[in-house]
């Protein structure tokens, strides 16, 4: 059974790095939409079942793809923060966004296990970084989460759990990493970490398989121990 397998692994494990959108929050289909409908406003397009392809990247770095692959050219400055902030003004339409069924309960068990928890997310919107803190501050303090605003390479690149590996001290061989997305996965085995991928999207398990993931789950149910 799955949940045997986590077991296992878990029980060899100093901490858990949590990715955050599509992983805690049942978020990325309002990112999804608010990025298509941003670049849609200017005249481009970028399909949703892009977004999640490339969920994880910064968003200097998910303009600029998608300008090189629809304009053959990086975007501009001014570019960049026109798409950013329709797409920032987008999501704020959205409700809020609730954590998953079962993120909360396996953080307690995590927490009682003495299991060290952190967060690892491409986001750098204060609405979503503070909502985790509100939601999940039991268990991480915000010293605790690495975002987009304190990498300079976003996911694919190891950058973000390297960040993460030296700010909390522990080995790679030390920590597992739940992610959702494929450049996430990506960046977690990059930088030498089991990962789990949990399918929350609209992708199908096989990409998360190709990306690297040494486990694909559908939901928190599979960590009932």
Known sequence: MVNSKIKEILALKKAVFFDMDGVLYDSM?????????????????????????????????????????NEKRDATEVEIDQIYSKKTELIEFFPDAIPFEGAIELMGMLKKQGIDIWVVTGSSQDKYLDALIQDFGEFILA???????????????????LIALNK???????????????????????????????????????VLWESGADLVIKNYNEFIL
């Open 29 to 69: 289909g309002h990112h999804a939409e608010a990025w298509s409908n941003a670049f849609r406003h200017f005249g481009i397009d970028f399909p949703q079942e892009m977004v999640y392809q490339n969920e994880g990247r910064t968003s200097q770095s998910t303009i600029n793809l998608v300008y090189q692959q």
């Open 168 to 206: 909390s001290g522990w080995k790679p061989a030390e920590v597992v990493v739940i992610e959702n997305a494929p450049l996430g996965v990506q960046a977690a085995k990059a930088a030498g970490i089991f990962t789990i991928a949990i399918n929350t999207g609209i992708l199908a398990d096989s």
């Open 143 to 161: 010293d605790q989460v690495v975002s987009g605003k304190d990498v300079k390479h976003g996911k694919p690149h190891p950058e973000p759990y």
